[in-house]
């Protein structure tokens, strides 16, 4: 059994030669996320559910023997990676660059209100056009500070090393989508990840490949800004 402060495993419990591993683990359920709410750059607390889920989530993840941690300092994210770093001991690298996308007059809104008031910039986003919701950020903007990220702290894992990053539902979308080379126009065919599941990127001859997608539990509605 794991306890707080130990690591769950070791790398000589690893699998040899399967390569560096990315998780990108979205942050529990908000209020916001819950009354579908534009959430962005706000700094919005988890819910008790959220920090229960974000405790189940750790369970199961400490016994991926992650290497590192990284997470968006807001405190959705940061609360959650906390749950992790407690039972694997693990100090959380807290990034900035890891926050969601900034979304102006988009911020605070309900999913009815933006398609009430900016219900072309919506369709325009959905359609893939470089659209600023809200007079915020473009999406490649997002994955342009958020994806360097990520791969400055996979560039320091040991070999068959893991590292876990905690950030928000569009920016690891992203960030996926920066790394696997897809097209920006293409990132919306990657769904949305459900509160605190998460997506493993695998180092290939190739590159980095999708290994899996909004896994950690059963399939539940995407609640977020990301939908």
């Known amino acids: 059994m794991t306890t707080p402060g130990a690591r769950a495993g070791s790398a000589a419990d ?37 920090v229960a889920q974000a405790r189940r989530a750790a369970r199961l993840l400490a016994s991926l023997q992650p290497d590192a941690i990284v997470a968006s300092d807001l405190r959705r994210a940061a609360d959650t990676a906390g749950e992790l770093a407690a039972l694997t001991g693990l100090t959380v690298a807290h990034d900035e660059a890891l926050r969601e996308t900034y979304a ?24 893939g056009e470089p659209v600023r919701r809200g007079g ?5 903007e997002v994955a342009d500070r958020a994806a360097p990220v990520v791969l400055d702290h996979a560039e320091k894992l040991p070999d068959d090393g893991t590292l876990v990053v905690v950030s928000h539902g569009g920016t690891i979308r992203t960030t ?16 949305g990840l459900s509160n605190c599941c998460w997506s493993v990127l695998g180092e290939g001859a190739r590159g980095w490949r999708l290994l899996e997608h909004n896994a950690g539990t059963l399939p539940e509605p995407v609640l977020g800004d990301d939908d």
């Open 136 to 140: 915020g950020e473009l999406e490649t």
């Open 176 to 191: 996926i989508g920066r790394l696997l080379g897809l097209e920006p126009r293409h990132w919306e065919s990657l769904g």
């Open 14 to 50: 690893r699998e040899p030669g399967r390569g560096r591993r990315i998780i990108l683990w979205r942050h529990g359920q908000t209020s916001w996320n819950v009354e579908r709410r534009f959430q962005g750059s706000t700094d919005v607390e988890l819910t008790e559910t959220g």
């Open 104 to 127: 102006g007059v988009w911020q605070g809104l309900t999913h009815e209100e933006i398609l009430a008031r900016h219900g072309e910039e919506y369709a325009a986003w959905k359609r």
